[in-house]
């Protein structure tokens, strides 16, 4: 326990991002700080694609895993790491940006996967930010993928 909130004071002032520890798994730590409940739950993108989201998983289905490092809710973004076991960039670090829509019902919020491919954390959260102003091109020249509750 010692060795985790050394490695959490390092993550928090490195980042800036409060942090907490839930330890599943020594030396996997995985540092999150309090999920917004209209990100917690099960979803549908406007393109048709399934998510689950918790505070320390967002999963896209059926099988690509990004593993909750942190959550800045002042900012609206989180830092993860892929799983190992990702078609695409195992094992590296994304910044998913998310943001509010008002008057596009059923979607009331969206995310763009800022930064998906970043060799460390540090890298993730400040290679790249989401244009929020601009949300049908201020993902990367891409819109927000759109989110709605689902089953």
């Known amino acids: 326990m010692k060795r985790a909130a ?5 993550l928090s002032l490195t980042t800036g991002d409060r942090a907490y520890a839930h330890i599943n798994d020594y030396p996997q730590i995985t540092v999150i700080d309090t999920i917004p409940s209209k990100l917690l739950g099960n979803f549908m993108d406007d393109y048709g694609i399934r998510y689950s989201i918790n505070d320390t998983l967002w999963t896209q289905l059926p099988n690509i895993k990004y593993h909750t490092i942190s ?76 989110m709605k509750r689902s089953d």
């Not at 050394?6 to 390092?10: Q, R």
């Not at 943001?99 to 540090?122: D, I, K, Q, R």
């Not at 949300?135 to 993928?145: A, E, M, Q, R, Y």
């Open 6 to 10: 050394v490695i959490l004071s390092f």
């Open 71 to 146: 959550w800045n809710t002042t900012e609206q973004y989180l830092l993860a790491r892929n799983d190992d076991k990702n078609p695409s960039e195992p094992g590296s670090y994304t910044r998913i940006d998310y943001m509010n829509f008002s008057n596009m019902e059923p979607y009331h919020w969206g995310f763009c996967l800022t930064v998906y491919n970043a060799t460390n954390v540090e890298e993730a959260r400040n290679k790249a930010k989401a244009d929020r102003e601009n949300p049908k091109k201020g993902c990367n020249g891409f819109p927000f993928s759109r």
